[in-house]
């Protein structure tokens, strides 16, 4: 009951004025939503691509329909070459095409035209593109020697060439692509990295109210009431670990919901992960606020603590490029828990595939609650930073 009381006296503290909601609330999950958005780009967003079609016979038009199947070609039809050159200049497409004129003609002769393509800067969709025309032409290039094989006349032969295209066009036979989520969505561990590293700002905060408490004498009166040392580091973590699941809450409504990006991790679970990474940040806060005596050391936590392990643990790259010492370092850092337990999830793993992690979570938690209640001390002296 008394952890309770000092909790939400805590609570009140920190997001009870506009300044505080502003600073403990709002900024933080501005801050890391934004980093959501910036890191978990789809990479199958939309390829714009204007193009000309100067051919009249049914190449041209078969190259365009194949390509507007894929549902991230946005196909925009110019007038002339000039206008798509201006298109790709101003930046209006990320690459164009130009069909020349004669094209179908030109195949069924066996002379192969190249297709044209206007790029500003080489990039990943123009070689997507230029391989799907490639297929796309190849496939037009075996039907037209067939073709020839058959000796028909010009007529003849480009009427059953239109013909041909057309049942292709059909797709009677197609394959299906199916995800079976045997690994996780590409950019979700830098995800996850950068909102639990921003998370652990809370840490610092904490930290600097609680060395305000012991320089304000505002401890020493708390110690002074019959109330148990534990009892005293219970209600610190419990008030702080309250603002930390209104954070969590927020970043996960925020970017699953509003910025729409998809974890294909259950709410709930991924919201248990995170709250198991808060409750052992909430261990560190109290441990280190016992151990720091002077205010001015706390501006340390960052270059000491906050940051180091979170690139042990893995939050900027993947710890398999680590060496291996390093990556036996990072055992012993919660962020390698967390973002091991969120890429199992999201790669089709179920709860009970991540309690070793939460476990580990918990342990962690539970040690540095007990050190912090055991070293947390209202005076200014004694054994510290």
């Given amino acids: 009951m008394h ?52 051919d009249t016979g049914p190449a041209g038009q078969h190259i365009i329909e194949e390509l507007s ?72 290039v075996r039907m037209t020697e067939r073709l020839s094989v058959m000796k028909l006349d010009a007529g003849v032969q480009l009427d059953v060439f239109s ?22 969505k590409p950019g979700l561990t830098n995800v996850t990295g950068f909102t639990i590293m921003f998370m652990m700002g809370l840490v610092t905060s904490i930290v600097r109210m609680i060395l305000d408490d012991r320089r304000n004498k505002t401890m020493a009166r708390i110690y002074s009431a019959p109330v148990r040392s534990y009892q005293i580091a219970m209600g610190h973590m419990m008030g702080s670990f309250i603002v930390g699941i209104l954070q969590i809450i ?28 808060m409750l052992v940040a909430m261990g560190i806060a109290s441990t280190v606020a016992g151990l720091v005596r002077n205010p001015n050391n706390a501006s340390m936590l960052n270059n000491m603590i906050i940051t180091p392990t979170c690139m042990i643990g893995g939050c900027f790259w993947p710890i398999s490029f680590m060496p291996d010492y390093m990556q036996k370092a990072a055992n012993f850092v919660p962020q390698k828990w967390v973002i091991e337990s969120v890429e199992k999830i999201a790669s089709g793993g179920q709860l009970t595939d991540i309690w070793l992690p939460l476990s580990i979570l918990g342990l962690m938690a539970v040690i540095l609650l007990a050190i912090g209640s055991a070293i947390l001390r209202p005076s200014d002296t004694g054994v510290g930073v």
């Fill in 3 to 54: 952890s309770l009381t000092i909790a939400l006296n805590m609570v009140r503290r920190i997001i009870g004025t506009r300044k505080g909601f502003i600073t403990f609330i709002i900024l933080p999950c501005v801050v890391v939503t934004a980093t959501i958005a910036l890191l978990g780009q789809n990479s199958s967003s939309k390829v714009n691509i204007p193009y000309v079609n100067q």
């Fill in 163 to 184: 013909k041909s295209l057309q049942e292709v066009s059909k797709h009677l036979i197609a394959s299906q692509k199916t995800d079976y989520n045997l690994y996780a």
């Fill in 250 to 277: 927020i970043i996960l409504i925020l970017s699953r919901w509003v910025l729409g990006y998809e974890y294909n991790i259950p709410f709930l679970t991924h919201f248990l992960i995170l709250g198991s990474f």
């Fill in 69 to 140: 199947r894929n549902d991230i070609y946005v196909l925009k039809p110019l007038n002339g070459e000039e206008e798509l050159r201006d298109a790709i200049l101003d930046k209006k497409g990320t690459l164009g095409i130009l069909i020349p004129s004669g094209f179908s003609e030109q195949l069924l002769e066996g002379n192969v035209q190249d297709v044209r393509m206007y790029e500003l800067m080489a990039g990943e969709a123009g070689i997507m593109v230029k391989m799907n025309m490639d297929s796309i032409v190849g496939r037009m």
